[in-house]
């Protein structure tokens, strides 16, 4: 299994209160994915990031931001949580070949958020 | 974004062959399709990628026909292992941008 872990995995907190999940990967990957998880929607493109300090919104990113300092690191933050982002985040990271649109992405083993 | 259409349940029994298909439109001549596999509280695992006509590997094959509208996994002899949500993945690229699209998943179980 590729190396991408997740902290927490699990975290309950309370409306309005700033929330700060982390990727962590050991693959030196170029690409980094946050995805939110929820019944009914499958997985949904939050932010992504395509190198250190380079990063672009997905489908579902208001209310969230991202941050990549390091190669290795991808911090998720809800700026003020709510209700609605009560979900399960998964982190995911991938090497794009060259010269080709293929890119496999490995993915962590998520985090179980509840907004109270 | 490209729009991207499964069934949601599917029954097999063991030693079947399984084939999944998921309708795509607004994909370009080089964009990939990826199908992912994941069992409840695990991240989604990568099975099979490809962009025409079919690709093979040691646990699923996959069909893209001409039109590249649709593209079918097939998973030979499945067994009850193979029980798990089936997601087909659209990823269109342009240089560093990235746009990916989920289907919303196929609950594969299969029957003794």
């Known amino acids: 299994d590729a190396g991408i872990t997740q902290s927490p995995r699990h975290k309950v907190t309370e409306t309005g209160t700033p929330v700060t999940l982390r990727c962590h990967q050991t693959e030196n990957h170029r690409y980094m994915y946050w995805y939110r998880q929820d019944p009914g929607h499958g997985l949904r493109l939050i932010h992504y990031?395509?190198?250190?300090?380079?990063?672009d919104k997905g489908e579902v990113s208001d209310g969230y931001s991202v941050s990549r300092s390091k190669t290795e690191d991808f911090l998720l933050t809800l700026e003020s949580a709510t209700s609605s982002q009560t979900s399960v985040y998964f982190c995911a990271i991938s090497e794009p070949l060259l010269l080709a649109n293929a890119d496999t992405q490995y993915f962590g083993p998520g985090t179980r958020l509840t907004v109270l | 974004l490209a729009k991207t259409t499964q069934p949601i349940s599917m029954d097999s029994y063991e030693g079947q062959e399984v084939n999944i298909t998921c309708s795509h439109n607004n994909i370009a001549t080089n964009d990939y399709i990826t199908w992912y596999q994941q069992f409840p509280s695990q991240g989604p695992r990568f099975i099979i990628q490809g962009y025409k006509t079919k690709v093979t590997n040691e646990v699923a094959s996959l069909f893209i026909p001409a039109d590249r509208k649709s593209s079918t996994l097939s998973l030979p002899r499945v067994s009850l292992s193979d029980t798990a949500v089936y997601y087909c993945l659209v990823l269109i690229s342009s240089g560093s941008a990235r746009q990916l699209t989920f289907g919303s998943g196929t609950q594969l179980t299969v029957l003794p």
């Open positions: 990031s395509y190198g250190v300090k380079d990063t």
